[in-house]
């Protein structure tokens, strides 16, 4: 690996175990994974990390549920989210476990950091805790009495713990969060953010000493490190964290997360690592939800969707597909299956299915070599998208990238409808033009779609008759009419009627 390569480290938040991936799961970690394979596309070191959240008070009663014990009980899951990414598809680099001891090494560091600082006292807490978000809660964090996102009542504790000085941190964030605009995306989350932060910080409680599951407090081991003190750190652990290799990756280029988060990682993590003079992320960028009737979807309010279902029936690129495309940036989106099939046949049968079939059985019709032509139209267009496609890419908004695909196809279609190539002979050197040009602008699609839709991106290539081997690096294959097309014929549709 030669030492000037660009790195890029993206990262999902690590999913508790108390139940199976639902779509809202699939949604940060098929984001996550769109941008770890563009930057790879780059030619960029990736390290892009997915892993599962163990040590939480929810791991005990959902064993205890199960009829299992906690080791038994995390090991059986965490092989079910390790696979189901594995069956969507996700290219992440690391799978990491909390319960793992090098994670466990991660923690006993940053806490020896911090604790040297003078940041951890001992002290009271006593107050409400929701278990479904892990979290302590004032009483104007409630409504009804209630935790707003699991609505439930909070249980009361009163225990001696640990305490981090956040309040001490105050200043500090805030001042980076003004210099670095990008330190939290979109600008509506940092808005939240900061009023947050001027509202006034409180110390919070970093170790348990009620919860008999998670990571002993070092040198004390009544207590438990608090879920969040210990969670956060992952992103440290899959770095290598605390030896020296870690600054190859560390600071994190991005964390992705969802919006019910954004507290703990863009207050927490960032004071935490200031106290353990460590360099901040340089973005957290917070996504939507996915809500069914404008409830959020959680194991909790069981309405949870599969997201193993979902691609067996629409196949996992769909899936890919509408999960981006259903949520505006910064925004929620209801879901529904009335519009997983309407986006299905709109966009994908109708629209990019249809536009290649079309070109592909026309080009099936001659036998002469297609060599588009250098100077058009099409090449204007096709270039018009690429940028606006890094645009998106590169600010993750992802559904500009997206637009600028569906605009190209559009164009295609317009010019078959403007060209009429079945009016003119197959063998004839307009027809010939024409189709070159088309089957082009289809090999630029299948390139654009990579990222989004791998598998869909591959069978274009396949379809063109163009082989894997012979195709350079993705930087180079993109040149317009750099590839040589091979054996055109008319295959399956790619996106086939849903029984
Ligand atoms: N374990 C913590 C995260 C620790 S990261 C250091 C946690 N886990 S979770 O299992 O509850 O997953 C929360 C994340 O899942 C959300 O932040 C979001 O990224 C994703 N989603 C869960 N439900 C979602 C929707 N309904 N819609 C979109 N994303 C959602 O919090």
Known sequence: MSVFMEKFFVTTPIYYINDKPHIGHAYSTIIADVLARYHRLKGEAVLFSAGVDENAQKTIHAAEAAGKDPTNYTQDMSDIWETTWQQVGITNDVFIRTTSPQHKAAVYELIKRVEAKGDISKGTYEGYYCVGCEAFKKEDDLVEGLCPDHKKKPEWLKEENYFFSLSAYQDQLLAHIEKNPDFIKPPSRRNEVVAFIKRGLQDFSVSRSTQKWGIPWPGDDAQVVYVWFDALV?????????????????????????????????????????????????????????????????????????????????????????????????????????????????????????????????????????????????????????????????????????????????????????????????ESAEYIHVIATLGEVVRQVGLLLSPFMPQTAEKITELLGIRKEASGDFQSSRQWGVEKFGTIEKGKPLFPPVS
Not at 252 to 281: E, N
Not at 371 to 376: R, S, V
Request: glycine share 8%; aromatic share 12%.
């Open 234 to 426: 992952n992103y440290l652990t899959v770095t290598g964290f605390p030896n020296e290799q870690s600054a190859r990756f560390w600071p994190a280029d991005l964390h992705i997360v969802g919006k019910d988060i954004i507290k703990f990682h863009c207050i927490y993590w960032p004071a935490m690592l200031l106290s353990a003079g460590i360099p901040l992320p340089k973005t957290v960028f917070a996504h939507g939800f996915f809500t069914i009737d404008g409830q959020k979807v959680s194991k909790t309010l069981g309405n949870t969707i599969d997201p193993l279902e979902l691609a067996s029936t629409y196949g996992l690129d769909s899936l890919r597909y509408f999960l981006l495309r259903e949520i505006p940036l910064g925004g929620d989106g209801d879901f529904s299956f009335e519009r997983i099939a309407r986006r299905y046949e709109s966009d994908l049968a109708k629209g990019l299915g249809n536009f290649v079939s079309r070109v592909v059985t026309l080009a099936s019709k001659t036998s002469e070599p297609l060599i588009p032509p250098l100077e058009c139209d099409a090449r204007i267009e096709v270039e018009k998208a690429w940028g606006q496609w890094s645009a998106g890419l590169e600010a993750y908004e992802l559904d500009r990238s997206l637009d600028a695909i569906w605009r190209v196809i559009s164009w295609g279609d317009k010019h078959i409808e403007e060209k009429k190539p079945w009016t003119l002979a197959p």
